[in-house]
């Protein structure tokens, strides 16, 4: 009786846009329903860096290479702030910082389809910069008036970042798009490559019965496919005013239904990469997630026994 | 007397031993920062990534400070310098090109490294070379910061004992072989102290860091190996390992696909 009166002032404080604090009282469902978000965006920032650390000691000149350097190390730094915040949600449940990077490490969280996939070439650096992150603001975006404070708050910042990123990504775009034969053809090449993907990084078009929940406690305010065709409004008209061509030969706007009309992605394949970790990347990033975090252990654990001694 | 570009590239002995000696800070700072930033998304924690990125960041835009400086000179544009010149070309002592090794290895020769550094641009701050004196200053108020950071990582993992202690000593004794590399100034050692360039020379600069290190190593109760040795080669006379070359047909992979193309 208590808990449905608890239950009721909360959806009461989330109708009236009011923010939920870490220490406030949470039904567990929005609790989990949370945690399950923010620690899966965290533990894609961080396996975000890999595709394109790749090219971090190849980057073409002096200024490229502290570009790239910083905007990894931005990628890993909203990780950490995400994992902050996941922890609070988590230690309720008896969950440490540990525990959320075994559960990567484990396969028992996911992380976004695109950070699965190959970045052969300098131009996928680039691409990740300019489309991956794009359509990552697009989403982070929309979740900046989630009802969960320290989430809006994190996110606010993320937000402003990757906009940096985003212009870094054209650049190199830029660059290449009004380079060389070959430069043009290295770009073109990297948006047919990550054109699914990116098509597939929006989620499912029907609404899921854990994105509805999340939109009732106002986690989310925007469905997969609002995001989706915001992404296509702004990046279609921009791909194709730099000369290059987008490898679905059924986009086209629809004028009548003001909606952009795209080839399905192989939802069952991406899933798949997505579930089981079975990307053609995902085992060999894992394992570098893996030395980083149990090779290493000697070190966190050096740390915390020379700290108690000089407490001593 | 303090010089500007203008009036040292009138003067070809002066002129070539100030270009060896930026070619040794800036190859140093290169290496290194990027050797650092192969850590990126593998540190220990985090945390740590993000900070150990900080230091990357710097350590190579200190590179491109010294390789501004070689511009002005009349040398080569500073990418130019930093992807296109082959490993005899290259002065940066041998320890900043070899691999970073575990995550002791990194620490102690990074924190050897920033001792070293500290100490030569404190012989850097009364250089005849106007502009080098003035962007040691505010290189200096960053490379503070490294050197906190690094000393409380040498100092702890050595204090930690076990397996953390272990990697230290073990870690030091590989990187001394190398770390006398660091103190030599090249084949014109004299020239640059007679012009001013750098107010001491290298058995000095050996002397004043070996007296800064001791205590350091005594602090975190590891035993000294005692002075270290003049290695067998030496980086700042253009003589370098396999390491190098590996290093720098990395960085220039992308770039040397078409070397004409703007990237």
Redo the contacts between chains.
């Keep these: 009786m208590i808990t449905d009166q608890r239950h009721e002032q909360f959806m009461e404080r989330i109708q009236r846009g009011e923010k939920i604090e870490a220490t406030d009282w949470m039904p567990d469902e929005y609790r989990k329903l949370l945690l399950k978000l923010i620690h899966m965006h965290a533990v894609s920032e961080?396996m975000g860096?890999?595709p394109e650390?790749e090219?971090?000691?190849?980057?073409?000149?002096?200024k490229?290479?502290?570009a790239i350097?910083?905007k990894?190390?931005d990628e890993?730094?909203h990780?950490?702030l995400l994992?902050r915040v996941a922890e609070d949600l988590a230690a309720p449940l008896g969950k440490t910082r540990e525990d959320l990077m075994e559960d990567l490490i484990e396969g028992r969280v996911k992380f976004h389809n695109v950070f699965h996939m190959e970045s052969p070439t300098?131009a996928d650096a680039g691409v990740i910069g300019w489309l991956v992150d794009g359509a990552a603001i697009i989403n982070q975006a929309a979740l900046l008036s989630t009802s969960y404070g320290p989430y809006a708050r994190v996110l606010k910042r993320i937000c402003a970042e990757e906009s940096f990123h985003m212009q870094h990504g054209e650049n190199i775009i830029l660059?290449l798009a009004?380079?060389?034969k070959?430069?043009r053809r290295m770009l073109q090449e990297a948006v047919n490559r990550w054109w699914e993907s990116l098509i597939f990084f929006f989620g499912p078009v029907e609404v899921t019965d854990a994105a509805r929940r999340m939109i009732d406690y106002r986690i989310r305010t925007k469905t997969n496919e609002e995001l989706r065709q915001q992404f296509l409004k702004k990046y279609v008209p921009r791909i194709h005013s730099l000369g290059l061509t987008i490898p679905d030969p059924n986009l086209r706007y629809d004028e009548e239904s003001e909606k952009w009309i795209f080839t399905e992605p192989d939802w069952k394949k991406f899933g798949e990469i997505v579930r089981y970790n079975q990307g053609p990347k995902s085992q060999e990033r894992l394992k570098?997630?893996r030395?980083?975090h149990e090779d290493?252990?000697?070190?966190?654990?050096?740390?915390v026994?020379?700290?108690k001694?000089?407490v001593v | 007397m303090m010089q500007t570009a203008e009036q040292i590239v009138q003067e070809p002995r002066l002129r070539h031993a100030l270009t060896e000696l930026l070619y040794q800070l800036a190859d140093d700072e290169l290496c290194l920062g990027?050797r650092d930033?192969?850590w990126?998304?593998?540190?220990?924690?985090?945390?740590g990534?993000?900070a150990f990125?900080?230091i990357?960041?710097d350590e190579?835009?200190h590179?491109?400070f010294y390789?501004e400086r070689l511009h002005e000179l009349g040398e080569a544009k500073?990418?130019q310098l930093?992807?296109f010149r082959g490993p005899g070309e290259r002065r940066n002592a041998i320890l900043l090109e070899q691999p970073n090794g575990d995550?002791a290895r990194t620490i102690v020769r990074h924190f050897l490294y920033d001792i070293f550094d500290d100490i030569r641009m404190e012989a850097l701050l009364q250089s005849s070379f106007h502009s080098l004196a003035q962007g040691v200053v505010k290189i200096r108020r960053e490379e503070h910061y490294h050197l906190l950071h690094h000393k409380m990582w040498f100092?702890?993992?050595a204090?930690?004992?076990?397996?953390?202690r272990q990697?230290m000593e073990q870690a030091v004794s590989e990187v001394w072989m190398e770390v006398g590399g660091l103190f030599s100034l090249g084949e014109v050692e004299e020239e640059m102290l007679h012009y001013g360039l750098i107010a001491c020379g290298s058995e000095g600069l050996a002397q004043r860091w070996a007296e800064r290190m001791r205590p350091l190593f005594d602090e975190a109760g590891l035993n000294w190996p005692g002075m270290p040795v003049k290695p067998k080669r030496d980086g700042r006379k253009g003589e370098h390992t396999k390491d190098l070359e590996r290093l720098i047909q990395?960085?220039s992979?992308?770039?040397g696909?078409?070397p004409d193309?703007?990237?």
């Design positions: 961080i860096a890999f650390k090219w971090v000691p190849k980057a073409p000149t002096l490229r290479k502290l350097m910083a990894v190390q890993v730094g990780g950490q994992l300098w660059a009004g380079g060389s070959e430069q570098l997630r030395f980083a290493q252990r000697w070190v966190r654990e050096a740390m026994r020379s700290q001694m000089q | 990027h930033s192969e990126l998304g593998l540190a220990p924690d985090i945390e990534d993000v990125s900080s990357a960041q190579v835009g590179a491109v390789l500073p990418d930093a992807f995550w100092t702890r993992l204090q930690a004992g076990g397996e953390a990697r990395t960085m992979e992308v770039v696909s078409d193309a703007q990237w």
